[in-house]
């Protein structure tokens, strides 16, 4: 496809100056800068999520296919070609980020439907063994999607309200259902 037009009819035109810009819009690729300290951590082949701000929350499974060797000097990073797969919502010039993973660690994760705001605090209604709701508060850490991470507050197992909205709970029995 051309996308754009560098001279005009009765233009002159010389050796080795471009006439038109032509694009391939069958594959598109993103382009990342990663800091000299995290290039270990990247290596060609391996899959790279890339997020297109104008997708909105769309994410798209890149594949790295190059690692520039050398480092820009100014900014100490090196750049990473990431391969996004066919989409026709993908044009030239839109900004992305792609996604690099630093290692695996567990987490626990909570939908976010579940928490309750009480100021500027903010914890969940977890069951007792009678399954009496408790207002407990917790420490939350990243957002993963529509779950949250939980540092502190909440244990592996207990069981909780997934969605109680602005009721007050505390206090009271709920029902369990599966």
């Known amino acids: 496809m051309v996308t754009e037009k560098k001279a005009d009819r009765g233009t002159l035109a010389s050796p080795g100056m471009p006439i038109f810009t032509i694009e391939d819009t069958r594959s598109y690729r993103l382009e990342a800068q990663v800091d000299e300290s995290d290039i270990r951590l990247v290596h060609v082949g391996q899959v790279a999520p890339a997020m297109i701000d104008s997708l909105g929350d769309t994410q798209l499974s890149g594949k790295i296919v190059q690692i520039v060797p050398a480092a820009d000097p100014a900014s100490r990073s090196f750049l990473v070609k990431v391969e996004l797969p066919a989409d026709t919502r993908l044009h030239s010039g839109l900004f992305g980020r792609a996604q690099f993973a630093r290692g695996d660690r567990s987490a626990l994760l909570i939908p976010r439907t579940s928490l309750v705001e009480r100021g500027q605090l903010e ?34 197992g207990d069981k909780m309200v997934a969605a109680p909205g602005d009721r007050e709970l505390g206090g009271k029995r709920i029902a369990i259902r599966p």
């Open 123 to 156: 914890g969940v209604y977890v069951l007792d063994a009678n399954q009496v709701a408790e207002l407990r508060y917790v420490t939350l850490g990243k957002s993963a999607g529509e779950k949250v991470e939980v540092l502190s507050g909440l244990q592996e």
